[in-house]
């Protein structure tokens, strides 16, 4: 687990249009009518489908054992792990490292439930005196505006500032996670993880 708004009439586009004085029928304007009418028509269903997706119930809870095989299943997805620039655990090594090295005293780990449903979690821990933050969401959940929150909702559940995330530089999705929350990238130049891939380090409060 190594690294895991909406604002506006708030939100919203009010356009306020006063009409032309009218003088003789002509086509173009027509055109030029129905076309901005489309646009704020494209514009409303695109907020009322922004609205749609971040409208849901998320709640997150302690870590339980049941939780762990749905984890487990989440950071086998190729695509997540590239994401990631992680590697996957086969099943023993990744219940003994979640065991033994996540749910131990010291650090925070919350699973992160949307709408009854376990959609991944996230955590706090401290390495090389830096407390770091990461989370992991299941692919089919992204999209969603749910990281966002998470980690939202998460920073009020852990105190330490400052607190510290490494997050791979192509995956932009979660840089952009961080940057919602108030993070903001440390290391003007990108470090190379062992495995060849580009991170940078965000941190979130003064040193």
């Known amino acids: 687990m190594s690294k895991r708004l909406r604002r506006g009439v708030t939100g919203g ?23 901005r009418i489309l646009r704020v028509i494209r514009v409303a269903n695109s907020l009322a489908a922004r609205t749609e997706r ?46 033994t090295n996540v749910l131990r005293p ?36 992204w999209g969603k505006g749910i990281a ?8 009020g559940v852990e105190p330490a500032r400052p607190l510290h995330a490494w997050v791979a530089l192509h995956n932009v999705a979660s840089i952009r996670v961080l940057e919602r929350c108030g993070f903001h990238t440390v290391l003007s130049e990108p470090q190379e993880h062992p495995e060849g891939v580009a991170e940078i380090l965000m941190r979130l409060g003064s040193t």
């Open 106 to 141: 010291g650090n925070i780990s919350r699973t992160i439930v949307v709408d009854g449903v376990v959609v991944g979690n996230i955590g706090s821990w401290s390495q090389d005196g830096t407390r770091l933050v990461g989370y992991w969401i299941g692919r089919e959940h």
């Open 54 to 99: 971040s409208h849901f119930r998320m709640i997150l809870r302690n870590v339980t054992d049941e939780d762990l095989p749905i984890f487990f299943e989440h950071q086998r997805d190729p695509e997540a792990l590239r994401m990631a620039a992680f590697s996957s655990r086969e099943r023993d090594a990744f219940m003994t490292h979640w065991r």
């Open 148 to 155: 966002t929150r998470a980690l939202s909702e998460f920073l």
């Open 13 to 35: 586009v009010h356009h306020s249009v006063r009409p032309a004085r009218y003088t003789r029928p002509c086509r173009d304007a027509a055109t030029g009518w129905e076309a």
